[in-house]
């Protein structure tokens, strides 16, 4: 190859930094967050954002952990058919709700299972966005204290 | 040696995927191993339903060996005892996604993923040992999940794993570590299966290998009436391989009025909407997909999840620049490592991107330049097979 080698990441650099710019005016256009006006505090946000959204594992989240208490927050999106009748009843009552019930309603259930997966989805991208900030805050903290405390022994001036 | 090739389905009209890539390594290792194909009687990866006749026939274009009649591989089928019950695999797939299986229940996904084919099993089980290596391609699939562990001490696996919620299932750490080697598509794949059981064991990364591309006949795209320029999605048109995101981005792209058609080629399984600039195809020939490669001014890739793009290979062994789902880290280092296209993460992206790519056609071109050099540095077949033989021989 005789030509000069484009590098991929030099130009992404170059369309990410454009996407950003056009990004932020678009928003202070439309009546965003006033701060969006400083390029420095918009890209910041934005890189927060993004790592949350890009960069964790959203199976692997604490928030979640900590709200699963007595109510199951979670959406089901899987199928469970139970009935709290037990024996020969309760086994009627299944043979009737999977074998009748089910398929004349399964269309009902497959159709709002997207909307529910997407919302799961959502509720999980939250959650990240949540962590991410609450670990930004974390560090910001530790970096003041050890600040504060490294000051607390210098003399004055 | 003499090698077993073990795939959930197997025939002269079943090209892609694991199937098209388990097919291309066993042709080109017929050249010096004695390779049969264990397999089922399914054509359908849906429902499994048995088409092909059980027992030994041959297919493909392998030449006779010295002392044998008959070329083509050997292929041994068995039948599909139960067909996929889609409604009971899908309320699985929920509970797996959600991460929330018990150890029973991911068991019964894979029993329920199928292919469900008990003599498959027996064969393995009492004519394992008969085979030097045996190879399973697709760990998601009932016959190598269940098939594997009875012939780990000379098993090989070619996982085809994608960074999906089933990675993550417990069930699969114990699993990952039964095989005495593994073969790679891409070094996401090396890593992503290595941090789930597989670390340590004699591997390589070997992608798949493509002959140089023949000059296409552009004539054959004269009757399609195709608008200049087009971009090209090639493969099933399908709302797992990220059709509907692209879709909605490209209508999203054509809003600014940007002249600039999406050829979609190949079998849709979902609807795909009524617009000036999207033109479906439906299946193709393999000469009109040699003739897109070579027109369309670059190829789009938005599937979220992948183990190995061949049809990014096949774009840039076109010299055709790509624009791929960022999200799909395979996509992206496959792109990074040649230097071969660009990326996006979202609409706004995919916009900035595509724009990029047909008004710097110039960069453009040199981008599928720099994809062309990088499959011949990594993937052509002797440098793949090199690295099969080496695998063969350290296991």
Redesign the interface.
């Known amino acids: 190859?005789t030509?000069?080698?484009?590098?991929?990441?030099a130009?992404?650099g170059e369309?990410?930094r454009?996407?950003r710019a056009?990004?932020r005016q678009h928003l202070v256009k439309k009546g965003g967050a006033a701060d969006y006006q400083d390029e420095e505090i918009f890209d910041a946000v934005h890189a927060l954002l993004?790592r949350a959204i890009?960069e964790r594992n959203l199976?692997a989240l604490l928030l979640p952990e900590l709200v699963d208490g007595d109510v199951d927050w979670?959406l089901?999106?899987?199928?469970?058919l139970t009935t709290h009748r037990r024996g020969l009843a309760g086994r009627c009552i299944l043979f009737v709700k999977k074998t009748l019930l089910l398929p004349m309603t399964?269309w009902l259930f497959e159709y709002s299972?997207d909307n529910f997966r997407r919302q799961?989805h959502l509720n999980r991208v939250l959650f990240a966005c949540i962590e991410e900030l609450a670990l930004e805050n974390t560090r910001l903290r530790r970096t003041i204290e050890t600040a504060a405390s490294a000051s607390v022994g210098k003399p004055a001036r | 040696m003499k090698l077993a090739c073990v795939v959930h389905r197997f025939g002269a009209d079943i090209a892609g995927g694991s199937e098209g890539h388990c097919r291309l390594i066993a042709e080109h290792l017929a050249a010096q191993h004695d390779v049969t194909i264990v397999t089922t009687c399914a054509r359908d990866h849906i429902t499994w339903k048995n088409h092909y006749p059980p027992g030994e026939s041959r297919i493909g274009l392998v030449p006779p060996k010295r002392g044998e009649r008959e070329g083509g591989l050997r292929v041994l089928r068995f039948p599909v005892a139960r067909e996929r019950d889609l409604?009971r695999f899908?309320?699985?797939?929920?509970?797996v996604?959600?991460?929330?299986a018990t150890s029973y229940e991911q068991e019964e996904w894979f029993r329920e993923n199928g292919p469900d084919a008990p003599e498959l099993l027996e064969h393995l089980r009492r004519h394992g040992a008969g085979y030097d290596r045996v190879l399973f391609w697709a760990y998601r699939y009932a016959d190598v999940y269940f098939g594997l562990p009875l012939v780990a001490d000379r098993a090989i696996l070619v996982p085809t794993a994608e960074e999906d919620?089933l990675i993550?299932v417990d069930a699969l750490a114990p699993f990952f570590a039964q095989p005495k080697g593994f073969l790679f598509l891409t070094p996401e794949e090396e890593t992503l299966v290595s941090s789930r059981g597989a670390a340590g064991k004699p591997s390589a990364v070997i992608g798949c290998g493509l002959d140089t591309a023949a000059a296409a006949d552009l004539s054959r795209l004269d009757s399609l009436h195709l608008a200049d320029p087009f971009v090209l999605y090639l493969g099933r048109i399908d709302p797992n391989k990220g059709c509907a995101a692209l879709i909605r981005h490209f209508q999203r792209y054509a809003e600014n009025g940007r002249d600039v058609q999406l050829v979609m080629a190949g079998p849709a399984s979902m609807p795909i909407p009524e617009h000036p600039l999207i033109r479906p195809l439906g299946f193709v020939d393999d000469d009109v997909r040699e003739a897109l490669l070579t027109r369309a001014r670059a190829l789009i890739m938005p599937s979220p999840f992948e183990s190995l793009s061949m049809v990014l290979l096949e774009a840039w062994n076109h010299g055709l620049p790509a624009l791929v789902n960022a999200?799909c880290k395979v996509l992206r280092g496959q792109?990074?490592r040649a230097?071969?296209?660009?990326?996006y993460?979202n609409t706004?992206?995919f916009i900035?991107?595509l724009d990029?790519l047909l008004d710097h056609a110039e960069?453009a071109r040199?981008?599928g330049?720099?994809g062309l050099?990088y499959v011949d540095r990594e993937y052509r077949w002797p440098i793949v097979i090199e690295k099969i033989e080496a695998l063969l021989r350290a296991v």
């Open positions: 190859m030509e000069a080698r484009v590098r991929v990441d130009v992404m369309i990410e454009d996407v056009r990004l993004a890009d199976d979670r089901q999106t899987h199928l469970h399964r299972q799961d | 409604h899908m309320d699985l797939s929920d509970l996604a959600a991460d929330r919620p993550h999200r792109v990074e230097d071969g296209g660009l990326y993460g706004v992206e900035a991107a990029y960069t040199q981008l330049r720099q050099a």
